[in-house]
């Protein structure tokens, strides 16, 4: 039984979602007040249900593009008409966005409320019967505040603060600096009172170790946002983390199982999981569908997407044409989604198990057959200019790097809507298609913290000045990562720049790249699809529009205004 959290996510309470706006003279409709609710251990549960399920809703779709988008990372070009969505794809590869942006107005009003939420059920917490179910429920709210005003700080910069559920009165922002002492305070004062234990019973909640996790994050990052480096700090976090269940509690996944920690049947058994996003069709919309995305559309087949099978024939037998025929049905996934060439480069080592995360080159059915796609000389090729444009032609299917500037559109950043174009750019299956969903909705948990990434964040603080501890030195820690991804030797010596590209294929695909980007001083390079921009004030995103609209007493961010 992989989704413990189901009934957790079921809500109780009457509204997916609450305001951060709160109308106070609205009636009371429910028999469920602070007197009467929460009571009992699923009350508890139901009542912070909501929170689990806003935050899911997000994680995958706009906190990754706006994440990983922005990056060198990821890239969602145009193909003539598709996917041009008034440029917004465009837009964050570029860093040409202004402050309407949808995907950012988006970040800001999902975290904003998630805040909010979160505020309304702490009051609601409040009025619980003291015990530990209460001290253990407010600490778990508190945690989730922080990472989401964690979100904010790294975002948006200087951010409200505002944590009482029902005051009407418009906040000004605070200081980055200030923000980041309140989330470092809150997430200490909740530690003591978090649970300790991992696996099945507290999956998908936070525990006293996603709380040091998160700190780490914080501290290793805290130059970037206060100014000041906190890296002895940081390398604490870590330890405390390392040192969970006496240093037996999280350890690193083998290089034989690595990829099932991303697959539609992870969950709680594995142990570098320090906390996750539970997602399951089955209770919702799902909104885990990176397989939509990244999938290639010739490859519905292949990975059983959306319902897609072979049918009776053997692979060899198999022809694909886009839609259906020779007893299969090939749904096609949207598939727009690539690397780049540069950030590609950093796969490297072939002995390197992380490779196998990407699909690129000559494609073929499990038993070695190739692929063979059916297609007209026309929509193979939009530059074909020979005669019969409509005839039939088939070919083996070859996934190939971002084309040269002659492939490209008139702006660069449109690839045509041939088959070419389809095929160009390196897609990512880290996160395997679900092959039991008969919808785009997938299976596959996502991780918030690894332990993965403690210990290359701990060998990046000793790196850059902090205090070495535990025996560990930033060249072990790397190598401890490393022994158990590559049959490669050992390196003989570690730099930041190593510990960069470590963090690049390790935690591809897990919404850190811009975070670590911006801390290495790599945001302003160029990449891609002409990123050219170097202006340093997108390192923070711009406050929406709607949000000034909304609360006067916001002032705009440097560069945006």
Known sequence: MKKIMRNIMLLLLSGAAFSSCHKLDVPSTTELTSETFPKTEAHF????????????????????????????ESVLPMYATDWVDGNRYMDLHRHTWTKDHPNISSEWSIMSNLIGNTNQVLFLLKGADEGAAKNTSIAEMKAMRGLFYFYMLDMFGGVPLDTAYGVTELKEKATRTQVFNFVESELKAAIPFLKTASGTANYGKPTRYMAYALLAKMYLNAEVYTGTPKWNECIAACDSVINAGGGTQYALEPRSSYFNMFAPTNGPAFKEFIFNIPFDPSTSGGYMFYGRYDLNRNLGVKYRYSGSTPGTYTFNQIVINQTSGNGYTNNRPSGPRCTT?????????????????????????????????????????????????????????????????????????????????WNSGYRNVKF????????????????????????????????????????????SLTNALRAVRTTSAALGAVTLSDIYAERCRELSWECWMRNDMIRFGRFEDAWGLSKTNSETYRRIFPIPTSAIAVNPKLTQNPGYN
């Open 432 to 475: 395997l298609p679900d092959p039991n969903s008969t919808t785009r909705n997938q299976n596959n948990d996502v991780p918030v913290f690894r332990y993965s990434d403690i210990l290359l964040t701990k060998a990046e603080a000793i790196l850059r000045g902090g205090t070495a501890t535990l025996g560990h030195t930033a060249l």
């Open 45 to 72: 549960n139901a009542l912070m249900g909501t929170i689990y399920t806003l935050y899911r809703n997000d994680y995958a779709t706009n906190h990754f593009f706006v994440s990983s988008q922005s990056t060198n």
């Open 341 to 421: 060439n540069e950030f590609y480069a950093y796969f490297n080592d072939p002995n390197d198990i992380r490779n196998n995360q990407w699909l690129t080159g000559l494609q073929y059915w499990p038993d070695g057959s190739p692929i063979i796609i059916r297609t007209t000389n026309s929509n193979y090729d939009q530059f074909y200019s020979g005669g019969a444009g409509s005839t039939n032609i088939t070919y083996h299917l070859n996934l190939t790097p971002l084309g040269s500037s002659t492939r490209l559109g008139a702006n660069s950043y449109d690839l045509g809507r041939d088959e070419i174009a």
